[in-house]
């Protein structure tokens, strides 16, 4: 029962995570796009885009805060957690600074946010309290209702 109620804990906590990093993008553009120029190359400083993109990510956050869609929503996440894991890997590495220039510890918690990432979808089907898990189960293809005799 434990795994349960801990893979509940991290799915609400990953969704809640894009809930504010959504929220932030659409009330606060400014920050979001010095976020945008300082660790994403700028490739998606766009005073228009940015809120969009937002809203997007606020949808994807009560998606995975819920448990509904995590066939298509947990991959999207995986790939948003994994591309801010990249833009600040030398953070990873390094959190200190003693051997990399313009490093911060405070982004070392990036790789364990794309490890938590990597475990929803990996017990994805042990998510039991997730909404989608409460829905009629797909029927099973023709083998594996009716077994093959060679």
């Not at 885009?49 to 990510?57: C, R, S, V």
């Not at 039991?128 to 189960?137: K, N, Y």
């Not at 594996?144 to 005799?149: E, F, K, V």
Request: overall charge positive.
């Amino acid at each position: 029962m434990s795994k349960v109620w801990s893979l509940l804990l991290l799915r609400v906590s990953l969704g809640g995570l894009l809930l504010v990093w959504g929220v932030n993008k659409v009330v606060n553009v400014g920050h979001s796009l010095a976020i945008s120029d300082n660790y994403y190359e700028g490739i998606l400083s766009s005073e228009t885009f940015l809120p969009l993109a937002g809203i997007g990510q606020i949808l994807m956050g009560i998606l995975v805060v819920i448990g509904l869609a995590r066939r298509w929503v947990y991959p999207l996440q995986l790939l948003i957690n994994g591309a801010s894991l990249l833009a600040v890997f030398a953070s990873v590495i390094d959190p200190w600074g003693w051997f990399l220039e313009g490093t911060n510890a405070l982004f070392y918690p990036s790789l364990i946010i794309f490890a938590g990432s990597l475990v929803v979808v990996a017990f994805r089907e042990e998510d039991t309290l997730a909404l989608d898990a409460r829905r009629r189960p797909q029927p099973a293809t023709w083998q594996a209702t009716h077994r093959c005799r060679s």
